[in-house]
């Protein structure tokens, strides 16, 4: 079974600073990457994806990614923090070819500190 | 609708009796997914459903837990006897593609067994 790993069930940043949050898979194979966002009260969204092609992949509200290969990571970042990001983060496999099932990580709760 | 349905958004229940719980995909979109997110933990995959394809069920946690749909559209996900365990969120995604389609998300129903 595959397994995604996310480094750091909660996160803190001060307003404007760096946001990184980790993403580590298990694939013996290039799988499709996913990083979704829970905002309080609301439903799972995409933030960004990767399936194939530029491994740098950008997404809404000013995130970005990027695939790894040689270090099997999907790190999720954004140069300046606001305070709507605050939310709880999920980061999410497909393996091609292995059937239907998307692994879900535990999840990240980022703060966001004025 | 604009986007995922689920109903009802909240349950609560007695130990061994049976819920069932509803999701209403967008229209048009083949694939349905059910997922359980027990408190503090990552989505885990249920149960999908691609067209008029046999389903997927190998995330059934048991056979207590069963889920059907009709066609492209409505599924109900039934668990019998329920036990304190079953107690989570169930989110209910839905997709136009099943390999790397992105997936929208219900709202979910929180299921409480007292």
């Known amino acids: 079974a595959q397994s995604v790993t996310q480094l750091g069930s909660h996160v803190s940043v001060s307003e404007g600073a760096l946001v990184l949050l980790r993403c580590n898979y298990s694939?013996?194979?290039?799988?499709?990457l996913f990083w979704y966002v829970q905002y309080p009260n609301q439903g799972l969204q995409l933030l960004l994806k990767y399936t194939t092609g530029a491994t740098l992949v950008k997404g809404i509200n000013g995130f970005e990614a990027e695939f790894k290969k040689s270090e099997t990571s999907f790190h999720l970042t954004k140069p300046s923090a606001h305070m709507s990001d605050a939310a709880e983060y999920f980061c999410?496999?497909?393996?091609?070819?292995?059937?239907?099932?998307?692994?879900f990580g535990t999840g990240t709760s980022l703060t966001v500190i004025p | 609708g604009a986007g995922v349905s689920q109903s009802p958004s909240n349950k609560v229940t007695e130990k061994g009796k049976d819920v069932e719980l509803r999701c209403d995909p967008i229209s048009g979109h083949t694939a349905l997914y059910w997922y359980r997110q027990r408190l503090g933990q990552g989505l885990e995959f249920l149960i999908y459903?691609?067209?008029?394809?046999?389903?997927?069920k190998s995330g059934l946690p048991s056979d207590r837990f069963s889920a059907e749909r009709t066609g492209e559209s409505v599924s109900t996900l039934t668990i019998q006897r329920t036990q304190q365990e079953d107690s989570a969120v169930y989110l209910c995604a839905s997709s136009l593609a099943p390999v790397a389609g992105t997936q929208y998300f219900g709202p979910g129903t929180r299921l409480t067994v007292l």
């Open positions: 459903f691609q067209g008029n394809s046999a389903p997927d």
């Open positions: 999410a496999v497909r393996v091609p070819n292995t059937g239907n099932q998307f692994y």
């Open positions: 694939s013996s194979v290039p799988p499709y």
